[in-house]
């Protein structure tokens, strides 16, 4: 449990050098996540100043998303085949786990983006559900 915490402590102080940054960090497979959620604050109603910043780190993510979807599908094509439909990749035998592995350390790797932290009171109007705002735990601060 002391590991845990410790990790736990590491990420929360490296978030907080982040913050002062004007950097928001978190993890492509989070990034991933978080996506619909996101959908749902970029098309909320917001101050005109909020809404530009969430466009600019919506731009951001969507870059870092694409970069990793390109990358997953370099490795469905390095592990597997497609199919005779020629849209779905088969994986046979041990390739499907080094594929998983290779695609679990990619989902782990640390993202920053440029952007400062949203104030959940400056949200409290939008209709979003607490799971989706759990997504969004990268993002929106209390």
């Known amino acids: 449990m002391g590991r ?74 390095q592990y597997g085949k497609l199919d005779e439909t020629g849209v779905f990749f088969e994986f046979e035998g041990d390739k499907k786990a080094a594929f998983e592995a290779e695609w679990l350390a990619l989902a782990g790797s640390p993202v920053s983006i440029k952007g400062s932290p949203i104030k959940i009171a400056d949200i409290q109007g939008v209709s979003i559900s607490a799971a989706a705002l759990q997504t969004l735990s990268w993002l929106v601060v209390e």
């Open 4 to 77: 845990v915490r410790s990790i736990q402590r590491a990420r929360e102080r490296r978030e907080e050098k982040s913050a002062q940054k004007g950097e928001l960090t978190t993890t492509l497979g989070v990034l991933l996540d978080s996506g619909p959620a996101l959908k749902i604050l970029t098309t909320a109603s917001l101050p005109a100043s909020q809404a530009f910043a969430l466009a600019k780190i919506t731009r951001a993510v969507d870059e870092e998303i694409e970069a990793g979807h390109g990358v997953r599908v370099k490795l469905c094509e």
